[in-house]
């Protein structure tokens, strides 16, 4: 159950950043629209944990929240870089 705890918390934080990162990179939004994005963090990352305890296994749900996080932070570079990212 700790190491299932420890997945949850530590793992589905960048995750949930990666997530809320590419919808502000991909969507146009002015500053003052930017900050409810940013708050979607909390409920976005509570949602990963309790997916990661609903789900049984708990290497399949670290990589799944590995992979998320490896995608999303690659995606948001990527469009950084190519230059297509609406920020």
């Known amino acids: 159950m700790l190491a299932r705890s420890l997945v949850a918390v530590f793992l589905s934080l960048p995750a949930s950043f990666a997530v809320i990162g590419l919808i502000l990179v991909v969507v146009p939004l002015t500053t003052s629209q930017i900050l409810p994005f940013l708050l ?10 309790c997916a990661s305890y609903v789900l ?9 929240l590995v ?10 570079a990527l469009l950084k870089y190519v230059g297509v990212a609406a920020l």
């Open 67 to 76: 992979v998320i996080s490896v995608v999303g932070f690659g995606l948001v």
């Open 56 to 64: 049984d296994d708990t290497e399949r749900v670290a990589m799944g």
């Open 40 to 49: 979607m963090v909390f409920p976005v990352w509570l949602g990963f944990v």
